[in-house]
Structure formats: structure tokens, C-alpha cells
């Protein structure tokens, strides 16, 4: 089969709803086509949904890693007190923390993308020359989006891998861990969203002779 009919299989799959057919359609070379296909329409949508609800912007990955900072401070707190005051212990409570974790950070990758945290350089780089520091914006621009399409195509891959094989998380009788890695290729549609909002920020502010190199600030709004 060519590429293009590997890619239309996938699509087909997808409408099926089968998990089974997805994994198999999943593993053609065509995957990348599909995941960064999906990436970059995924991360625009994001990107005009931010535009046009400042308060899902603001608050959506934020509220996602609280949630799952919580989640994961009370399962251990009540773990704590299982095992110390009633001698005894839930199997999932070590085995549903780090998968939270894993939610809280991949969202917060995403948000932070949008502050730029992530070894941003701007020392380094508000030194240098204004089309050196627009190059870098856009270097920043398609590491980012490469990678992002990257993750998306590959935990798509083992998320529905997993659900065909109708894993469950270990200690529990019919938690599928599909569940929790299926969030994975969904933070990262939210990193491209982030990406193309510093991109356009970047284009706007080069063409009307604002500065482009800005302080990063850890836990910052955007």
C-alpha cells in the first residue's frame, strides 16, 4: 500500500472507534503524516480557541496540574494513613500517583512553553542582533513544533496499543491505562497551540520594532 492509502487507513480506523484497527493502522510509516498533520491543524485550532476564550487560555493546563497535584497529595496522604493507622494498603495507591504526575507534567510543559521557561537563553540572546534573535525565535518555533509532533505520533502509537491490549493499571481490577496516556498527545496539541501563539507574538513584535527577547518568568501569567 502506498503512504497515502496507510494514511487513509488510519482515518478509517479512527472512525471505526476500534482499537484493534487503530494500532494496526498505526504502526505504517503514515503515522507521521497523520501525527503532524493532526499536530499542526490541532495546535492552530488551539491556538484560535485561545484567541477567542481568554479564560480557557488562562486557566486550562493550570487547572489540569492543580487538579492532578491534589489528586496525587491526597491518594498519598490517605496511603500514609492506611498503612500506619489501619494496617493496610490500597495496591493503586503507588501506581495511580506517578501516572498524575506524568498529566501534571506534560500540561505544564505546554503552559510553559507559552512563558518560554524552558532554557530560554534571554541573556544569551538579548545580546545579539535583532535578526539573530528572530532566527532563534523561530528555531525555538520549529524544535518545539518537531517535537511536539513527535509525541504526538508516538504516544497515539502506544496509547492505542494499550487499549487494544486492554491494559489496566497495575492494583486496579478495570482502570485501562489508556486513559491516563491518552492525555499525553493531548498536551502536546496544547504545546502547539502555545508555539504558534509565541510565533505570531514574534512576527507581530518584528515587524512593529518591538522588542522580542522578554525576561522568562517561572510560574508567570500569560
Known amino acids: 500500500m502506498s503512504i497515502w492509502a496507510?494514511?487513509?487507513?488510519?482515518?478509517?480506523?479512527?472512525a471505526s472507534q476500534d482499537s484493534w484497527e487503530i494500532s494496526n493502522a498505526m504502526r505504517s510509516n503514515a503515522a507521521w503524516i497523520f501525527g503532524a498533520s493532526a499536530t499542526v491543524l490541532g495546535?492552530?485550532?488551539v491556538m484560535f480557541v485561545y484567541r477567542a476564550v481568554?479564560?480557557?487560555?488562562?486557566?486550562l493546563e493550570r487547572t489540569v496540574m492543580v487538579f492532578s497535584y491534589l489528586a496525587i497529595a491526597m491518594?498519598?496522604?490517605?496511603?500514609?494513613?492506611?498503612?500506619?493507622?489501619?494496617?493496610?494498603?490500597?495496591?493503586?495507591?503507588?501506581?495511580?500517583?506517578?501516572?498524575l504526575f506524568m498529566i501534571m507534567a506534560w500540561f505544564g510543559a505546554a503552559f510553559n512553553v507559552?512563558?518560554?521557561?524552558?532554557?530560554?537563553?534571554?541573556?544569551?540572546?538579548?545580546?545579539?542582533?535583532?535578526?539573530?534573535?528572530?532566527?532563534?525565535l523561530l528555531l525555538d518555533a520549529a524544535l518545539w513544533l518537531g517535537f511536539a509532533i513527535i509525541v504526538v505520533t508516538t504516544t497515539t502509537r502506544l496509547t492505542a496499543l494499550s487499549a487494544s491490549n486492554f491494559q489496566i493499571v497495575l492494583g486496579t481490577d478495570d482502570v485501562m491505562q489508556w486513559w491516563f496516556l491518552i492525555t499525553a498527545p493531548v498536551a502536546f496539541l496544547l504545546m502547539a497551540g502555545r508555539v504558534f501563539q509565541n510565533?505570531?507574538?514574534?512576527?507581530?513584535?518584528?515587524?512593529?520594532?518591538?522588542?522580542?527577547?522578554?525576561?522568562?518568568?517561572?510560574?508567570?501569567?500569560?
Not at 78 to 98: K, L, Y
Not at 207 to 219: C, D, M, T, Y
Open 6 to 14: 496507510d494514511t487513509g487507513a488510519i482515518f478509517s480506523a479512527l
Open 43 to 45: 495546535g492552530l485550532l
Open 54 to 59: 481568554p479564560f480557557v487560555e488562562r486557566h
Open 75 to 99: 491518594i498519598i496522604f490517605w496511603g500514609v494513613i492506611d498503612r500506619f493507622v489501619f494496617n493496610n494498603q490500597e495496591a493503586w495507591s503507588t501506581t495511580i500517583p506517578p501516572l
Open 114 to 136: 507559552r512563558l518560554r521557561t524552558h532554557l530560554s537563553f534571554s541573556e544569551f540572546r538579548t545580546a545579539m542582533p535583532r535578526n539573530g534573535q528572530m532566527a532563534c
Open 199 to 222: 510565533l505570531a507574538d514574534d512576527i507581530d513584535n518584528y515587524r512593529n520594532g518591538e522588542p522580542l527577547i522578554k525576561q522568562a518568568v517561572i510560574g508567570g501569567d500569560v
